[in-house]
C-alpha cells in the first residue's frame, strides 16, 4: 500500500512540476547562484559551506528539481526566511549577557533578514517555490 502511495505522490509532484516550468516558475542555476550570493554576503562565518552546498544544489538542479526545491525551502527555513516551527534547527547567534547568561537570538536581525527578504523577492525567487 506504501508503494502505490508513494508511485502517487512522485506522479502528482511530476504533475505540479510541469505545471511550474509552464508557466516559467522554476529555479534556474541563476537564481541558485543568486540565492547562494545574498546568503554569503550576509553569513560571511559559513562561506565556505555555501559555496560547497551552492555546488551540490546546482548539480540537483539538472537532476531532480523537486529536491532542489525541498533543499532551498530547508535553506531558508535554517535562516528564519521562511518560518520555521522546529527553533533547533534555525541559525542563531549565541553571546553572554551583561550578567553572564549565555543567550540565544536569530542570526539575522529583523532588519538583515528583511533586506535578505526584499532582495529575494526582487529577484522573484519565493514565486518559484
Known amino acids: 500500500m506504501n508503494d502505490i502511495k508513494q508511485r502517487l ?3 502528482l509532484d511530476q504533475i505540479r512540476y510541469q505545471q511550474k516550468l509552464e ?3 522554476v529555479l534556474t542555476e541563476d ?11 550576509n553569513d560571511q562565518e559559513l562561506k565556505p559551506m555555501l559555496d560547497i552546498m ?4 546546482v548539480k540537483s538542479v539538472k537532476e531532480d528539481y523537486l529536491i532542489t526545491e525541498k533543499y532551498i525551502n530547508e535553506i531558508f527555513r535554517y ?9 533547533i534547527r534555525c541559525r ?8 553572564k547568561k549565555l543567550v540565544k537570538k536569530n542570526f ?8 535578505v527578504k526584499n532582495e529575494l523577492t526582487v529577484q522573484e525567487i519565493f514565486k518559484k517555490l
Not at 537564481?31 to 550570493?37: E, M, P, R, V
Not at 539575522?108 to 528583511?114: I, T, V, W
Request: a negative charge.
Open 54 to 57: 551552492e555546488g551540490l544544489i
Open 79 to 87: 535562516y528564519n526566511i521562511l518560518p520555521s516551527d522546529d527553533m
Open 92 to 99: 542563531h547567534k549565541f553571546f553572554f549577557t551583561e550578567s
Open 31 to 41: 537564481d541558485i547562484h543568486t540565492i547562494f550570493k545574498i546568503l554569503r554576503d
Open 108 to 115: 539575522f536581525g529583523p532588519q538583515a533578514l528583511e533586506n
Open 9 to 11: 505522490e512522485q506522479e
Open 23 to 25: 508557466k516559467g516558475l
